[in-house]
DNA sequence: CAAAACAACTTGTATATACAAATTTGTCAT
DNA sequence: ATGACAAATTTGTATATACAAGTTGTTTTG
């Protein structure tokens, strides 16, 4: 690690003392609760400034993956398994930048004709041509979501000839055209057996599912998001409420 | 703001600096997209070093609140449509107004001490006295939900003398003191036997969990709401984004 | 006139230094 | 032994300084 300035195209020392603590933690060479070294041995390990460290493990600490306490020392946190649903633009990038590995199986993508029940959900004429994808979202060959897609052909008429193993079906749809509203429903329940195979979870495990409705003009857009059981997912982090209450809670 | 050393018992410079911000926004002064002063500017006008003016500036804007660009300025950021998620006030309102009953039993209220994990999430000390509440509502008569309820006793020290089945505890709380921040976490499970009773459903059905950590200055409140099972909740209606993409679907 | 060069801003990063504050550990006196 | 105190270690904060790097004008130059 070069002390005075960095090289072009290196990231920021910060950068990469954030990395190095964070690959030792994605490698469980950190476990949870273990103490990390202190700052001054960073500083005499990594060749740069206590500044600089600190800033890396304070950064760190902000983001949840630290915890520190004075006098005592710098800890890996304990951490439970967080996606936020409603502040990244892409869970592949959380993915990454948490250090797994991301990759998705198409498990599904043609046309299809919409069912009545659908067609309604979609103001569409029953029987209408509609583009069915569903998606399987993995972080190190770990399913963690199933995403199933319907789509009016007139949103996007080369959706099927998509590569979508190497661009998000979001945003591939967020690059033709905008969006002008979305309604979010969001439920509890034990997924259908399909469903299930494809998440490799039993058949007692509740899964949350996130509907979701997008309109494109006028036109509508929904898919049914199913994460994987166990997780708990934060919604939108911490906000200031503009207006009291809120979410229905008494 | 004292230059060399704080005083005891006072925030630290970079706090009081993100507060001095944090105040202009939220009281409308400083509106979304506006500039506000550079850090030289700042440096001046608080008489700090630049470096503590960009510790704060740095941190609101990985807190969301602030948007910086090298050359250009510091801006207020626009916020996400976050609030939008959280429209609904009340359910008991929402049960009255599709012309169901409202009712509720409030099963529990008293004080407890704090175990550790619990402690730690309020930032307690172990075993330091706190408020509990667990109430049912139901809706003509049939659990709809059940709420699980801590709260530091310094921010309602009259907590357990009120008539929570006249005024909600939201609305009570609410009107005592103001929220700074909320922050939600939605979780799938099966719940504990006696969260199943109370709520009437069977071991085997899922049930949708919100968790709540409400922040009344720097004092901390935590809830969980757990749903009766088969519904399905609306986030918020529909919401414009502002900003394309969002909402961590692939 | 147009393009290039420059100056004047801005934020971004990195270092060295200093002291404060919390905790642990060791030592000494009783 | 035990309590009191001091020392060492650790994180937390604050400052001064320096240079890098992006943006916007202005000025110089061909």
Redesign the interface.
Known sequence: MGKPVQNITEPPLYQQVKDYILDRINSNSLLPGMRIESEAELVAALNVSRMTVNRALR?LT?EGRLSRRQGQGTFVAVRKP???????????D?IRARGGCYS?VIHLLEEEKARPSLAAAMELAPYAPVFHAI?I?KEDDVPI?L?CRYIRPEIAPHFLEQDFTQV????YL?SIA?????????????PEPWIRDLLEINS?E???A???KT?VGNRIAT?S?F?S?G????????????????????
Chains 1, 2 share one sequence.
Not at 82 to 92: C, E, P
Not at 168 to 171: N, P
Not at 231 to 250: A, Q
């Open positions: 950064e902000a967080q996606a936020a649903l409603f502040t990244i633009q892409s869970i592949a959380e998705c998606i979202h979501q995403a998000t079906v979001s945003e967020l905008p969006v002008a509203a979305i309604e979010h429903v969001v439920e509890a329940l034990i007692a509740p899964c949350l996130l509907h979701r309109w898919s998001t994460y059981p997780s708990r997912y934060t919604l939108g982090g911490r906000f200031t409420p503009t207006s009291p209450g809120g979410i229905g809670v008494m």
